[in-house]
């Protein structure tokens, strides 16, 4: 499955507040996969977290 469809899985544009630990349990994968996922999505340009580390949202970019 294509590294997008991971996160995908647990965010929509509706729910663009999603966290690492939702998306482990709705995809089966480590905290760590998610991670590199995540890493991999933003170096694409393909996600871009916006507002703030803390209290901030994922925007989809594609």
């Given at each position: 499955m294509a590294l997008w469809k991971y996160f995908?899985?647990?965010f929509?544009?509706?729910t663009p507040s999603v966290?690492?630990?939702e998306?482990?349990?709705?995809?089966?994968k480590s905290?760590?996969?998610i991670n590199h996922i995540?890493?991999?999505l933003k170096e694409k340009q393909y996600i871009r977290r916006v507002d703030g580390k803390c209290y901030?949202?994922?925007k989809i970019l594609i």
């Open positions: 995908r899985v647990g929509n544009k509706k966290k690492q630990a998306l482990v349990e709705q995809t089966g905290v760590r996969s995540i890493d991999s901030g949202k994922w």
